[in-house]
């Protein structure tokens, strides 16, 4: 595997993937970095799913993100702010506008594969009828075990659903949403003491290092077996009755102090790192300026 295109979304479990695999791989690949613009949604969103989306996406791109470059050559997290990694490990990266452009598209022809880690934007069937003819990989990394548990926040779904286990499930794109192929699973615990947002970095941590094994496979050209999905329920974002629901159960989505602590381990340090209470300070103003409650 040669040339790889790594197409990232906005939120922590993308980032996470997106460095390590670049980490593990970054001497047998070459990769570029995507960052395709996060389309809004066509459907008004429950408070609590929005207010999720600031702990996963806004603060960590408008607070995290910046606090952690400001601060790159004290900062000891195992994890750095994309700006500050790309440029170290030496990989190029694009914000891009629109995915399926076709121009875009023909511009991907050198690539070996093609990656999407949570992209916002649906590939077209321009994708997979161009990658399919020259032979080359169109992947998907989803958070979830298919294909019982299509769609979005499918953690969630299962912790509703009472699973034991989760599972991350690399796929093949085709022409409908998380419905390809599926090439492999990561199985992982379901954590209930945890919010489902905890759940989430925990998947995204072991995902990168799933992800490059998967890769490592094709380069050395290990046979690789392919499981069709049959017909199954694509999940949507939960309304207010399944929220209820789950909170009447004791499902968080979001717990403010775990998830504080998450993002200051994974980016700047323990407590007692001399940032951590500029950090904590910081990142309360933000999400008070900000939430959706």
Known sequence: MKNVALFVGNDIFSWLACQDVISALNKECTFTVYFPLAKASSRLQ????????????????????????????????????????????????????????RAFISSLGNMDAVISLRCYQKFSADYVRAFSQRGKLLWNLHPGDLPHYRGVMTLFRA????????????????????????????????????????????????SGAFLANQLMRVGERKPITVERQGDYRYWGFPDAQTLEQAQAVGIELVDHDAIRRHYLALFVGDAFHALAGQFAAGFDDFIRAHSHD
């Open 46 to 101: 429950e408070p609590a799913v929005r207010q999720l989306g600031l702990y996963e996406r806004q603060v960590l791109n408008d607070f995290v993100f910046p606090f952690a470059s400001r601060h790159a050559d004290v900062c000891q997290g195992a994890y750095q702010a994309p700006q500050v990694f790309l440029a170290g490990a030496a990989v190029n990266a694009h914000r891009i506008t629109n995915i399926n452009d």
């Open 159 to 206: 912790m509703m659903n009472g699973e034991e286990r989760c599972a991350l499930t690399l796929h093949e794109m085709d022409e409908q949403w998380d419905a390809g192929p599926v090439i492999a699973r990561q199985p992982a615990e379901l954590r209930y003491d945890l919010s489902f947002l905890e759940n989430m970095l925990l998947l995204g941590i072991r």
